[in-house]
């Protein structure tokens, strides 16, 4: 499967982006999970937030939560992580990727397709 995010963008304080990641390929519904990460300058990269193909949701970090909502659509094979009230802390390139593993998890080692990344910029 190829994955492609885009939705990124320079964006002020208290604004909102939606990031969109499109597969190609393969189903997502027969992936079991997707995840969107987030690699902020010099720091490690981290999980943001994850989607498994039977509709659970997870959200990681106490900062995004109530800001960030990811979803699915399968029938344009795309996930989705709608962002809003924006901080300058959520500035960093993301990335989803996609899992055949069975559960939805923050490390990113357990994931198997990437996609290429999103900058994600917000001024203050």
């Known amino acids: 499967v190829q994955l492609q995010a885009s939705g990124g963008g320079l964006v002020q304080a208290g604004g909102s982006l939606r990031l969109s990641c499109a597969a190609s390929?393969?189903?997502?519904?027969?992936?079991?999970?997707v995840g969107w990460f987030r690699q902020a300058p010099g720091k490690e990269r981290k999980g943001v937030s994850c989607?498994?193909?039977?509709?659970?949701?997870?959200l990681w970090g106490d900062s995004v939560q109530g800001r960030f909502v990811i979803s699915s659509d399968n029938a344009k094979n795309t996930v989705s992580l709608q962002m809003t009230s924006l901080r300058s802390e959520d500035t960093g390139v993301y990335y989803c990727?996609?899992?055949?593993?069975?559960?939805?998890?923050?490390?990113?080692?357990?994931?198997?397709?990437w996609g290429q990344g999103t900058q994600v910029t917000v001024s203050s």
């Open positions: 990727a996609a899992t055949t593993r069975r559960l939805c998890h923050p490390d990113y080692s357990r994931y198997e397709y």
């Open positions: 989607i498994t193909s039977g509709g659970g949701r997870a």
């Open positions: 390929g393969r189903a997502l519904r027969n992936i079991y999970a």
